[in-house]
């Protein structure tokens, strides 16, 4: 069974300081692995995916992800955080079959102190 | 390319009453999602199609939602009646194996049940 598992609901750092978003997943099969950010009263933007190419992704906005599959983990991190970073994340994780199926972390609020 | 387009953006209305919300995906995403996001919370899957076939409509609540996408393009969901725990932001979603697999999400209609 595929699950995605948020390991912290609010993380909250200093402007300029690294940002680290955890997220682990447990899937049957080779994942594909998403980060969405969602700023107040938005839609859901792509931050960065992940689909079995190379293991460090770079997505926009200095985002970064690195897939460990011996961790199972897809943590999102970023050097030096902007006060425009505040916003929700989603760490999702799909599955190819004849009917993709999408599982949503429970999100990561980030909140970034002047 | 244009995005996934969803109107309209904000509804208000009294409960026992009805609203439709309209989405129109990017061109040529043959999967289309409708997800229902309670504040605080990450977006919960309501329907899931496939071109013009509902491929996961589980946790629709069909005594009181249906969705159609009758000609696998754009498609509507409808609520009736409303109830207050309806006040959600509903946002839309596309993929496409062509381009991915990747979830492109509209930026929402937003509903508010009085």
């Known amino acids: 069974a595929q699950s995605v598992t948020q390991l912290d609901s609010h993380v909250s750092v200093s402007e300029g300081t690294p940002v680290l978003l955890r997220c682990n997943y447990s899937?049957?099969?080779?994942?594909?692995l998403f980060w969405y950010v969602q700023h107040p009263n938005k839609g859901l933007q792509l931050l960065l995916k992940?689909?079995?190419?190379?293991?460090l992704v770079k997505g926009i906005n200095g985002f970064e992800a690195e897939f460990k599959k011996s961790e199972t983990s897809f943590h999102l991190t970023k050097p030096s955080a902007h006060m425009s970073d505040a916003a929700e994340y989603f760490c999702?994780?799909?599955?190819?079959?004849?009917?993709?199926?999408?599982?949503f972390g429970s999100g990561t609020r980030l909140s970034i102190r002047p | 390319e244009a995005g996934v387009a969803q109107s309209p953006r904000y509804k208000i209305i009294e409960k026992r009453q009805s609203v439709a919300f309209w989405c129109n995906p990017i061109?040529?995403?043959?999967?289309l999602y409708w997800y229902q996001q309670i504040l605080g919370q990450g977006p919960k899957l309501l329907i899931q199609?496939?071109?013009?076939?509902?491929?996961?409509d589980s946790q629709l609540p069909k005594d009181r939602f249906s969705a159609e996408r009758l000609k696998g393009v754009d498609s509507t969901l409808k609520i009736q009646p409303a109830k207050l725990e309806d006040s959600a932001v509903y946002l839309c979603?596309?993929?496409?194996?062509?381009?991915?697999?990747?979830?492109?999400f509209g930026e929402g209609s937003w509903l508010t049940v009085v």
């Open positions: 979603a596309s993929s496409s194996v062509l381009s991915g697999n990747t979830i492109y």
């Open positions: 899937s049957s099969y080779s994942p594909s």
């Open positions: 992940y689909t079995s190419a190379a293991t």
């Open positions: 999702v994780v799909t599955l190819y079959s004849s009917a993709s199926k999408i599982i």
């Open positions: 061109s040529g995403h043959a999967t």
């Open positions: 199609f496939q071109n013009n076939g509902v491929v996961d």
